[in-house]
Structures are given as structure tokens and as C-alpha cells.
Nanobody, 122 residues
Framework: QVQLVESGGGLVQAGGSLRLSCVAS????????MGWYRQAPGKQRELVAG???????NYADSVKGRFTISRDNAKNMVYLQMNSLKAEDTAVYYC????????????????WGQGTQVTVSS
């Protein structure tokens, strides 16, 4: 069984910063791509940032230049540094990871964290 647990959300004023963390635990052979998604009330879940196992990154246009995704493969962790936060960044942020559980022949399965609330006051 694999679990993803996020932390670091909270309430911050516009222009402020937050750092989200996510740790994967359980039966893990390899973690492939990891990413952060968010879902605001009444909206669909959207990709915020992604990072490959090799460190290649991609970002939603709305966060480019403000957010930075990184990972620590030794700790099975992924981070999202969020700077210059705006009210429109308010959402529940979810960690996602594609994980092979047992060995190299295991399928890569997408796992999700439970989400962490980020609220930006204007």
C-alpha cells in the first residue's frame, strides 16, 4: 500500500509565500513523475506543476515565474515553493505520483494525497 501525505498549506496574504511538501511511503520500488494539482471551488482539478524522475519540470502558465517544483528522490518527497501568491491561487492542492510498487515489472500507478488547503487573502 502506498500513501501520499501533503503538508504546508495554510492562510497567507497576497504577495506572500508558502512551501508545500509531500512524502510518499509504503511499498515503493520507483517513483516516476510527480506533480501538484489544485482544485478551487466550482472548478475542475488542474495541473499546477510536474517533475519527471530526471528533474524535468513543467508549469501551468498561471504560475510560471512564481512557483517552483522540486523533488528529493532519496526521501521520496516533492515540494512546491509558491511565491507572490494571489487570491486566485486559493484552492485545495493535491500531490500526485506515478509509482511502481514492487519491482521493475510492476505497473506504474497514479496515487493521490488527501489535499491541503491554501487560502490567499487579498
Amino acid at each position: 500500500q502506498v500513501q501520499l501525505v501533503e503538508s504546508g498549506g495554510g492562510l497567507v496574504q497576497a504577495g506572500g509565500s508558502l512551501r508545500l511538501s509531500c512524502v510518499a511511503s509504503g511499498s515503493i520500488f520507483r517513483i516516476n513523475a510527480m506533480g501538484w494539482y489544485r482544485q478551487a471551488p466550482g472548478k475542475q482539478r488542474e495541473l499546477v506543476a510536474g517533475i519527471s524522475s530526471g528533474g524535468n519540470t513543467n508549469y501551468a502558465d498561471s504560475v510560471k515565474g512564481r512557483f517552483t517544483i522540486s523533488r528529493d528522490n532519496a526521501k521520496n518527497m516533492v515540494y512546491l515553493q509558491m511565491n507572490s501568491l494571489k487570491a486566485e491561487d486559493t484552492a485545495v492542492y493535491y500531490c500526485n505520483a506515478d509509482i511502481q510498487g514492487r519491482d521493475r515489472w510492476s505497473p506504474s500507478i497514479a496515487y493521490w494525497g488527501q489535499g491541503t488547503q491554501v487560502t490567499v487573502s487579498s
